[in-house]
């Protein structure tokens, strides 16, 4: 049985089909690739999964528990976090702190909170910056951070919305590192959104193409960067041309 | 160093709060159970106002039911106020649950709950008018029974300052209790990014529930209480949205971010209106008014987060520069 079973999404805004009946299934452990030009629907899909977004149809299930209708806080307590492509960390607080109101929901006390926060923080490289100020982060310190809180969530798919984008190639590297880590030693599954294909084409199992809301092809990258389907979406070149 | 300095100001704030009565002076111990009964009533707002970030101007229907609760109960059935202190506070967290249900659930918050709770306040007034039983326009007055220890009613004010001061440190230890916990921390991210706290599984009905409810139940307090010494409640005086606002002004001004906020506010804000109204109340009409307008004015623009935040700031920024001098004389002596 797959982890996340996605059944016949679709989320209408007036006229514009932004997600229009997406289905798909994501295994246990995978790193799934959520590509498609921009406008294709892909943070909307992102929204919907998390309940950010209420669905206009559809289903999807985490090990077999339906997560339609719930809030945002349900979903995530179920087992489904997102990060947020504009990267909303809570200023006010430290990293250690951010990282505590992640971890907070399913902590008995403050001090477990802590500990499972410490452990996030570890985990994305980010101990010893525990006690800055959001402010004095770099931006691939802040991806990380965004990092720490999904998994201080203890949520087992984590949705990330171009982690990666604005960042230098060695800190695409720590981030493609940070995320074999988690999901070797805490056992994650992913879903990726992002621009840069090298790094997606690279760390994905499998490659999920948006096209106007629709799935226009799903595989292992290298047939998707073979597909005619996908190479026109992208290039704009006719399949048999 | 620090920690002596605490102790000190502790035990000289406690033989002050505990030693005032002896002080003889009615005037002044007057002044003081108005200044805590405001401290308190603006602790209990804090806990949704300050904490969670929801402004409350309706906490009024619950002082209201405190104050009718534990007052009709009295009247009517000649029910100890001691037991109708916390029938009142049961009705005020049901109350509490209702509302919290039509605006945290119903994503009415913000300014919403402010217009909403204040509506509901409007109406609670007009209900209770339109109640015979309840007193309608005139209100109840409570018979006056000399000092009866079972009707909570004493010819010396020194008792009710005590309770009053009493209840202020409960609440103020409420609050921190809250804020140190699991529940401050969600509010704290939730106050400052709700769909960030909400995507990382904090959940938002449930904690402002919480805090929205226990507000009320320490306002539905504070009500009975006020009933028990004024021992005259009427719906305008009790709903007026005038009170509501009068209850938040000493957690803006002092500070929401601390139990000493709303206490340094409410003694700050008591001191300047009572001694405008001496100085001018009976000379020039409206001027204490516009005196108190405008300290409030000036300190909310001078210290933005309130008192307590700016002290805490300069403070930081003192020990700070202090530290850098010291720094600098030993490197001096080093080099010397």
Same mark, same amino acid.
């Given at each position: 049985?797959?982890?996340?079973?996605?059944?016949? #999404?679709?989320k209408?805004?007036?006229?514009?089909?932004?997600?229009n009946?997406?289905?798909?299934?994501?295994e246990?452990?995978q790193?799934?690739?959520v590509?498609?030009p921009?406008?294709?629907?892909?943070?909307?899909?992102?929204a919907? #999964?998390?309940g950010?977004? %209420?669905?206009?149809?559809?289903?999807?299930m985490?090990?077999?528990?339906?997560l339609?209708g719930?809030?945002?806080?349900?979903?995530? $307590?179920?087992?489904?976090?997102?990060?947020?492509?504009?990267?909303?960390?809570?200023?006010?607080?430290?990293?250690?702190?951010?990282?505590?109101?992640?971890a907070?929901h399913r902590a008995?006390?403050r001090?477990?909170?802590h500990?499972l926060?410490s452990?996030?923080?570890?985990?994305?490289?980010?101990?010893?910056?525990?006690?800055?100020t959001?402010?004095?982060l770099?931006?691939?310190?802040?991806k990380?951070?965004?990092?720490a809180?999904?998994?201080?969530?203890?949520? $087992?798919?984590?949705? @990330?919305?171009?982690?990666?984008?604005?960042? $230098?190639?060695?800190?695409?590297?720590?981030v493609?590192?940070?995320?074999?880590?988690l999901?070797?030693?805490?056992?994650l599954t992913?879903?990726?959104?992002?621009?840069?294909?090298?790094a997606?084409m690279?760390?994905?199992? *499998?490659? @999920?193409?948006?096209?106007?809301?629709a799935v226009?092809?799903?595989?292992?990258?290298?047939?998707?960067?073979?597909?005619?389907h996908?190479?026109?979406?992208?290039?704009?070149?006719?399949?048999?041309? | 160093?620090?920690?002596?300095?605490?102790?000190?100001?502790?035990?000289?704030?406690?033989?002050?709060?505990?030693?005032? %009565?002896?002080?003889?002076?009615? =005037?002044? @111990?007057?002044?003081?159970?108005?200044?805590?009964y405001?401290?308190?009533?603006?602790?209990?707002?804090?806990?949704?106002?300050?904490?969670?970030?929801?402004?409350?101007?309706?906490?009024?229907?619950?002082?209201?039911?405190?104050?009718?609760?534990?007052?009709?109960?009295?009247?009517?059935?000649?029910?100890?106020?001691?037991?109708?202190?916390?029938?009142?506070a049961?009705?005020a967290v049901?109350?509490?649950?209702l509302?919290?249900?039509?605006?945290?659930?119903?994503?009415?918050?913000?300014?919403?709950?402010?217009?909403v709770?204040?509506?509901?306040?409007?109406?609670?007034?007009?209900l209770?008018?339109?109640?015979p039983?309840?007193?309608?326009?005139?209100g109840?007055?409570?018979?006056v029974r000399g000092?009866?220890?079972?009707?909570?009613?004493?010819?010396?004010r020194?008792?009710y300052?005590?309770?009053?001061?009493a209840?202020?440190?409960?609440?103020?230890?409420?609050?921190?209790?809250i804020?140190?916990?699991?529940?401050?921390l969600?509010?704290?991210? #939730?106050?400052?990014?709700?769909?960030?706290a909400?995507a990382?599984?904090?959940?938002?009905?449930?904690n402002?529930?919480?805090?929205?409810?226990?507000?009320? =139940? @320490?306002?539905?307090?504070?009500?009975?209480?006020?009933a028990?010494?004024t021992?005259?409640?009427d719906?305008?005086s009790?709903?007026?949205?005038?009170?509501?606002?009068?209850?938040?002004?000493?957690a803006?001004?002092?500070?929401?971010?601390?139990?000493?906020?709303?206490?340094?506010?409410?003694?700050?804000? *008591?001191?300047?209106?009572?001694?405008?109204? #001496?100085?001018?109340?009976?000379?020039?009409?409206?001027?204490?008014q516009?005196?108190?307008?405008i300290?409030?004015?000036?300190?909310v623009?001078?210290?933005?987060g309130?008192?307590?935040e700016?002290?805490?700031?300069?403070l930081?920024r003192?020990?700070?520069?202090?530290?850098?001098?010291?720094?600098?004389a030993?490197e001096?002596?080093?080099s010397a």
């Amino acid at each position: 049985m797959p982890l996340l079973d996605v059944a016949h #999404l679709s989320k209408r805004f007036g006229g514009l089909l932004a997600v229009n009946d997406v289905t798909f299934q994501v295994e246990a452990g995978q790193i799934l690739g959520v590509i498609g030009p921009n406008g294709a629907g892909k943070s909307t899909l992102f929204a919907a #999964l998390t309940g950010f977004v %209420p669905p206009s149809s559809g289903q999807w299930m985490l090990d077999g528990k339906p997560l339609q209708g719930l809030s945002p806080e349900a979903i995530c $307590r179920a087992g489904v976090v997102r990060t947020f492509q504009i990267m909303q960390p809570f200023w006010s607080m430290s990293v250690l702190e951010n990282a505590m109101v992640a971890a907070v929901h399913r902590a008995r006390s403050r001090a477990h909170a802590h500990q499972l926060a410490s452990e996030a923080l570890e985990c994305v490289g980010l101990t010893a910056k525990q006690h800055a100020t959001i402010g004095s982060l770099t931006i691939a310190d802040k991806k990380a951070l965004e990092m720490a809180k999904a998994c201080a969530s203890g949520a $087992r798919v984590v949705l @990330l919305d171009e982690v990666m984008a604005g960042l $230098r190639p060695s800190e695409v590297d720590r981030v493609v590192d940070t995320i074999l880590t988690l999901r070797k030693e805490r056992q994650l599954t992913f879903l990726i959104v992002e621009h840069l294909m090298d790094a997606v084409m690279a760390l994905s199992d *499998e490659i @999920l193409v948006l096209n106007f809301g629709a799935v226009l092809a799903k595989g292992k990258p290298s047939a998707i960067q073979r597909d005619p389907h996908v190479l026109e979406a992208y290039l704009g070149v006719a399949a048999d041309a | 160093m620090v920690a002596r300095n605490r102790v000190v100001l502790w035990v000289v704030l406690a033989v002050v709060a505990i030693g005032l %009565p002896w002080l003889n002076n009615s =005037f002044i @111990l007057t002044t003081a159970i108005a200044a805590l009964y405001l401290a308190y009533q603006a602790l209990a707002w804090n806990l949704t106002g300050g904490l969670a970030g929801q402004f409350s101007l309706g906490n009024t229907i619950f002082i209201g039911a405190g104050a009718y609760a534990s007052t009709y109960l009295f009247i009517t059935f000649g029910v100890s106020p001691w037991i109708g202190i916390w029938v009142g506070a049961l009705i005020a967290v049901m109350l509490a649950y209702l509302i919290g249900l039509i605006t945290f659930r119903l994503n009415l918050r913000g300014l919403y709950f402010a217009m909403v709770t204040l509506a509901l306040a409007e109406m609670a007034q007009v209900l209770v008018e339109n109640v015979p039983a309840l007193g309608g326009a005139y209100g109840l007055l409570i018979p006056v029974r000399g000092t009866d220890i079972a009707a909570m009613q004493f010819e010396s004010r020194s008792v009710y300052y005590y309770i009053v001061l009493a209840m202020v440190v409960v609440a103020a230890m409420l609050m921190t209790v809250i804020q140190r916990g699991r529940v401050g921390l969600m509010l704290d991210g #939730l106050r400052e990014n709700e769909n960030a706290a909400r995507a990382v599984g904090v959940p938002v009905v449930r904690n402002m529930q919480l805090v929205f409810a226990l507000s009320a =139940f @320490l306002a539905a307090i504070g009500g009975s209480f006020m009933a028990q010494y004024t021992l005259f409640i009427d719906p305008k005086s009790t709903f007026a949205w005038t009170e509501a606002v009068l209850f938040l002004l000493p957690a803006i001004v002092g500070g929401t971010r601390h139990w000493s906020g709303p206490i340094i506010g409410a003694f700050l804000l *008591e001191v300047v209106s009572d001694s405008a109204r #001496l100085a001018f109340g009976a000379s020039v009409k409206g001027l204490p008014q516009i005196i108190f307008g405008i300290v409030v004015i000036l300190v909310v623009m001078r210290t933005r987060g309130g008192i307590v935040e700016w002290c805490a700031v300069w403070l930081r920024r003192h020990r700070l520069l202090a530290a850098a001098h010291t720094t600098v004389a030993e490197e001096r002596n080093a080099s010397a």
